[in-house]
């Protein structure tokens, strides 16, 4: 897979493709990571990328010639991709999105700056825009490191254990013992660390005890932290006892 990434800050992504998972994938050719100067793609001699809004709202908004100069190169030259631009604006980047650009073999990510995007670029050259979150940040850059990087681990091979992937909170929808819900909780050595005991079902070696309590805590971890996406979940018999118990825990 190759990943294209246009911004006004290339020097951002230096950190951050070179540690973990992403340097590893790029060791092991399963990910190719570019990332270009926006203004190379500028046509005066002060490499101007913004300019004021029509309307007279404040701030500067990313001109639109840039951006399309750069995608019509990067695409002229290497081939098509799927160009996304990272934005406020966009919809919200979720765990079943990064599973279906992970099978694209091609990304163009445009990092949003300033008060936006020239809307023509949202319009008319973006296939996807996207945002990482309900807040307000500087720039598409750390969205674009965001995505690149929950994309990346999904190639075959970028992890080495498979299954952790499908294991984890948000990615359990191939999990039939927790489908939609977060990740249980995990200890690891010692197993009394200042009074703080592992819990008990973790050290039985009951295989079956261990499976019941990992789907009990992953319900009441989704429970406590994102009660949201219990609406789009659901639950067997069992589970929805154990939801009742929980609900019952909290009545004061």
């Known amino acids: 897979m190759t990943i294209e990434i246009v911004t006004i800050f290339p020097e951002f992504f230096r950190g951050p493709f070179e ?14 990571l570019r990332v270009h100067d ?14 004021r809004p029509f309307g007279g709202d404040e701030g500067m908004v990313l001109k639109p010639e840039p951006l399309f100069r750069a995608v019509e190169h990067l695409q002229g030259t290497a081939g098509p991709g799927r160009v996304i ?11 079943p999105v990064a599973d279906r650009l992970a099978h694209e073999p091609r990304l163009i990510l445009l990092c949003g700056r300033y008060e936006g995007v020239d809307e023509r670029v949202a319009d008319f050259l973006a296939v996807d825009e996207i945002s ?6 500087s720039g598409g850059e750390l969205a674009a490191a965001v995505v690149t990087d929950a994309v990346a681990r999904l190639l075959p091979g970028a992890l080495g254990n498979e299954a952790s992937a499908v294991r984890e909170s948000f990615a359990a929808a191939g999990d039939s013992t927790r489908p939609g819900l977060l990740d249980c909780p995990h200890y690891t050595r010692p197993a009394r660390f200042r009074e703080m005991d592992v819990p008990e079902a973790l050290l039985s070696g009951d295989h079956q005890r261990i499976a019941e309590w990992r789907r ?10 994102r009660p949201d996406l219990l609406a789009g979940v659901s639950l067997d018999a069992k589970q929805q006892q154990w939801l009742a118990e929980l609900e019952k825990e909290e009545v004061p």
């Not at 631009?85 to 765990?95: D, E, H, I, K, P």
């Open 19 to 32: 540690h973990g998972i992403l340097r590893r994938a790029q060791q092991a050719g399963l990910l190719e």
């Open 38 to 51: 926006l203004r190379q793609f500028a046509d005066d001699r002060h490499r101007t990328v913004d300019d």
């Open 85 to 95: 631009l990272l934005s406020a604006q966009g919809r919200v980047f979720r765990q």
């Open 132 to 137: 990482i979150g309900d807040y307000v940040i």
């Open 216 to 225: 009990r805590m992953a319900l009441r971890k989704t429970w406590k932290n």
